[in-house]
């Protein structure tokens, strides 16, 4: 049985950093991917980073890249984010996802994670 756990949120400042981590018990796919996504109150589930093929491949959504970055650690089954120059509007909560069954940063994932809470004040 998978279970994908987040963890890292928190309350930060514009401009600051944060790491997000998210361990994947019973996932074991490479060839998968694993991404995070965010949800924002009164906004639609949002693709924010993959990692595919065991981490040979990264995408990164539009709104976050060269921000953030993805890294996967697929000894110990895990993801992580590192996000740094944060703005109002990373807010939101933030979910792993694992196994995607259509595009890497499209929300059609197989297991995905209660999610961790991430709010940047101005």
């Known amino acids: 049985q998978v279970h994908l756990a987040e963890s890292g949120g928190a309350s930060v400042q514009t401009g600051g950093s944060l790491t997000l981590s998210c361990s994947a018990s019973g996932y074991t796919n490479l060839k998968s991917c694993m991404a995070w996504f965010r949800q924002a109150p009164g906004k639609g589930r949002e693709g924010v980073a993959a990692s595919c093929t065991g981490g040979l491949y990264t995408h990164y959504g539009d709104d976050v890249n060269g921000r953030f970055t993805i890294a996967r650690d697929n000894y110990k089954h895990t993801i992580s984010l590192q996000m740094s120059s944060l703005k109002p509007e990373d807010t939101a909560m933030y979910y792993c996802?694992?196994?995607?069954?259509?595009?890497?940063?499209?929300?059609?994932?197989?297991?995905w994670g209660q999610g961790t809470q991430v709010t940047v004040s101005s």
């Open positions: 996802a694992a196994e995607n069954r259509d595009g890497a940063l499209s929300p059609s994932y197989e297991y």
